[in-house]
């Protein structure tokens, strides 16, 4: 389909097209999956800051309609000191969100994301920007949940291949043996075949 | 039948009888099973106490009283049922700094007269020289530590919107932010101000307790509606915190109360600097110079356990003074209804009584506040940024 411009709309499209756009996240990869996700989305004036040293300065200087923060990080206080009027203040920010989104405010907090949106914006424009913050935090999170829980099985695997060696050098078992003698120890003792091998790798500490 | 709480909290001296009050069992005993959750903003505090997320929470007292009227946010009732304890904050300044209010001081040095007067030497003297201006570094807009250094440098003539810069620092940050130069000076509550002396970076040059003999800081925060719906639970969280606050004031328990205050998941510094801050024995020069006040912190001591509206009253006249907000009656009305003795009242059995001092707030400058009458009041300071 053909993208028509609407003429009723020109006086201020190029703002309302492509807002401009700030996320502060210490996190690189997080705000890379942002970036993109808003970049897809086709809002182009996208910018990164990961340094929190003079925060509103830089704020200040990039003049954004939007600036998205993630809640892990301290400086959010920073930025609500911008709902002030002050002379440092170009444009004052209005609300987070609506007053009456009140399911909006829940999701973003939950999902460990807060949107500051310069007075004047509308409320149609800010909702598929909130809502494209929202899922790629939420896809961030359960990206890291995966990979935390790929570190631990990892580490696991590197205790049990230790206490195997422990056991096959004392008992003199072959790496199978060793491995069906946790496991069914493991069984016994209703416990898991890592925390067995870690008593094992223990008791061998204390007993060296 | 155990009541789950969740409870958020900032690593601060001023969560002492929150924190004591679980870790202690002091909760657990009236049947709630609380789990307190490390936060690391205000920000963070308040729209999760606003959304449910949070039944409780330790929060910035005029941060309550702007959610209660919808300043700077959206509008969610608040209601104090105990108050987390009075003072507490101190203005820490830099070597710097603290040279040169010291060749401008005529008088007592701890006397904040004489240092709000030796300021306003220092920041025309700046002027003069085209220095830049100083800046301050405090928590929130909508915090004690904000009216507080206004308060205090405006009593000596010096406007804190035209001839300083007032920033706001999670006060994580505010020890660094001193050591390389971002601010000359913080007002912050406990630990960070011993830490800064103890780095060898900062100088106390005046504990809150110099300005306002009495200020509320922290309370106990819950929603309203929520409060509403279970006064039971309220009733016994109150209980809970009462002896947790007494507990802590007893001084033969500060060495406990420190440790659990210390550790790692919780305020998570060395409990010998919280203990000083418990102690009101604060170090306040790098060069070992011990300053004492019974003031300092004041946890149950002199009622200040119990809400009292006149603090809330005093609270909101301040956000009246710098522009928060219009003064009008109704919203007056509503902060005062924030702080609420009767629910500190019912929970304790005992029918508390407020210090009954003719000036409960007893600042260093300018008329007895009286709630009153809140124009008459602000008229009385020169400076200001209010329309009567």
């Known amino acids: 389909m053909l993208w028509m411009p ?9 703002a309302e097209s492509s807002p ?134 990892l580490e696991e695997r590197k205790v049990i291949d230790r206490a195997k060696g422990i056991l096959m050098k004392l008992k003199g078992l072959t790496e199978d043996e060793a491995y069906v003698l946790m496991r069914s120890t493991a069984m016994r003792e209703k416990k898991k075949i890592g925390e067995i091998a870690q008593s094992i790798l223990t008791a061998s500490e204390l007993l060296k | 039948m155990t009541t789950p709480l969740r409870i958020g909290f900032i690593p601060l001296c001023d969560a002492a009888a929150l924190i004591v009050a679980v870790d202690k069992g002091f909760t657990a005993a009236e049947g709630l099973d609380v789990t307190l959750v490390r936060e690391v903003s205000w920000s963070n505090v308040r729209d999760k106490l606003n959304i449910g997320l949070f039944d409780a929470a330790h929060l910035l007292a005029p941060v309550a009283i702007a959610s209660s009227l919808g300043l700077g946010h959206v509008k969610v009732p608040i209601v104090a049922p105990f108050n987390l304890g009075l003072n507490g904050n101190a203005i820490t300044v830099s070597p710097a700094l603290h040279a040169a209010i010291m060749e401008e001081i005529e008088g007592d040095r701890f006397d904040p007269m004489v240092t709000a007067l030796a300021l306003s030497r220092v920041v025309a003297k700046r002027r003069k020289s085209g220095a830049e201006p100083l800046t301050f570094g405090m928590t929130f807009p909508f915090s004690t530590h904000n009216y507080q250094l206004r308060f205090w440098m405006a009593a000596g003539g010096v406007d804190p919107d035209e001839d300083v810069h007032l920033v706001v620092l999670p006060p994580p940050y505010m020890v660094d932010s001193l050591a390389n130069g971002h601010v000359d000076a913080f007002c912050v509550g406990a630990p960070w101000n011993s830490v800064a002396v103890d780095l060898g970076i900062g100088h106390i040059l005046h504990f809150v307790a110099d300005i306002l003999v009495s200020a509320v800081e922290k309370v106990l925060a819950v929603r309203q509606n929520w409060s509403e719906k279970n006064p039971d639970v309220v009733a016994a969280l109150v209980r809970a915190h009462i002896r947790a606050a007494e507990f802590i004031e007893e001084p033969q328990n500060r060495p406990e109360a420190a440790r659990i205050l210390g550790a790692p998941e919780r305020i998570g510094v060395d409990a010998e600097v919280i203990q000083r801050t418990l102690d009101g024995r604060l170090k306040i020069a790098p060069d070992g110079t011990m300053r004492e006040s019974s003031r300092y912190l004041l946890v149950a001591r002199e009622n200040a356990a119990r809400p009292d509206p006149v603090q809330a009253a005093w609270l909101y006249a301040q956000m009246v003074r710098w522009g928060q907000t219009a003064l009008r009656p109704d919203a007056l009305k509503t902060a005062m209804g924030v702080f609420r003795p009767d629910l500190y009242d019912a929970a304790s059995g005992r029918l508390g009584q407020s210090t009954g001092a003719s000036n409960p707030i007893g600042a260093f400058a300018g008329p007895a506040f009286d709630p009153n009458d809140i124009q008459g009041h602000l008229a009385a300071f020169k400076i200001g940024h209010w329309k009567p």
């Open chain 1, 6 to 14: 609407c003429p009723v709309y020109e006086w201020s499209m190029s």
């Open chain 1, 20 to 153: 401009k756009i700030v996320i502060v996240d210490e996190s690189p990869i997080r705000a890379a999956i942002l970036q993109e996700g808003l970049r897809e989305a086709g809002f182009t004036g996208v910018v990164h800051i990961s340094e929190m040293q003079s925060l509103l300065a830089r704020i200040y200087a990039l003049d954004p309609d939007i600036i998205v923060i993630d809640l892990e990080n301290p400086s959010r206080d920073v930025l609500e000191q911008m709902f002030q009027v002050s002379r440092a203040v170009r444009r004052p920010i209005a609300m987070f969100v609506d007053q009456s989104d009140a399911a909006s405010i829940q999701a973003s907090v939950e999902a460990g994301v807060s949107a500051y949106i310069v007075d004047g914006l509308k409320k149609e424009r800010i909702k598929p920007i909130l809502d494209l913050c929202v899922s790629r935090f939420n896809a961030f999170a359960k990206l890291q949940d995966e990979l935390d829980r790929t570190k631990h099985a």
